[in-house]
């Protein structure tokens, strides 16, 4: 089975400070997709990844996905503290009918003011 | 346009009981999906519905079952409570052709005594 291991585990930063979380995939990766969790609440979707190589932002946040497919970085760029809350990356799966998504187990970012 | 939402949003059972959680879908959503998430883990997939089917299960027991209905409002049963169960039940609605998008409810927290 699939299995994403997300690092660091957790994260400290400044207001205005640039971070990096990473997402690593024990199998190559058919969809990549990361969330926003609020504690204890629901996830919101942020991005979806799927080619080798891709990159996309949406405002202060990029997510990337290495050629290998195997890898992918979720990258803000000075920091908020609306940033804060757990950043969950998630894989589709490689075929089926059915779509579950495997999760990493999270990155809880705390933003200082 | 209408969100997911859950209910209720908190609830305490004791062992052995069980446990009926409710979902309504977005509007324009044909597919519910469930997870279970424990303290400081990422989401686990317990089942996804679509066409008032289950489409597909993920490693739980046959003590967890739900339901579609026409409205595509959903509801997941737990039978025989254990003191593991004890999560946040989260559910998620979808496209079926956009399945890895998910959009999810504020979750129901479930504490089992």
């Known amino acids: 089975s699939q299995e994403l291991e997300q690092s660091p585990q957790s994260l400290i930063v400044q207001e205005g400070k640039n971070l990096t979380i990473n997402c690593t995939s024990s199998k190559t990766l058919y969809g990549l997709y990361w969330y926003k969790q609020k504690y204890g609440e629901g996830l919101i979707f942020l991005m979806m990844l799927q080619k080798g190589g891709e990159e996309k932002s949406h405002e202060k946040i990029t997510a990337k996905l290495d050629e290998k497919k195997q890898q992918s970085s979720l990258h803000i760029t000075a920091s908020q503290p609306s940033h804060a809350g757990i950043y969950l990356c998630g894989a589709g799966p490689s075929g089926g009918s059915n779509y579950k998504l495997t999760f990493g187990k999270g990155t809880l970012l705390t933003v200082n003011p | 346009e209408t969100g997911v939402t859950q209910s209720p949003t908190h609830l305490i059972k004791t062992r052995g009981q069980q446990v009926t959680l409710r979902c309504s879908s977005q509007s324009g959503h044909n597919t519910v999906s469930w997870y279970q998430q424990a303290l400081g883990q990422g989401p686990q997939f317990i089942f996804q519905?679509?066409?008032?089917?289950?489409?597909g299960r993920g490693n739980f027991p046959p003590r967890f079952s739900g339901l579609q209905f026409p409205n595509y409002s959903s509801e997941l049963n737990v039978n025989a409570l254990e003191l593991d169960d004890s999560a946040l039940y989260l559910c998620?609605?979808?496209?079926?052709?956009?399945?890895?998008?998910?959009?999810f409810g504020e979750g129901s927290r479930l504490t089992v005594l």
């Open positions: 519905y679509y066409r008032e089917e289950e489409n």
């Open positions: 998620a609605s979808s496209r079926y052709s956009e399945a890895g998008e998910l959009f």
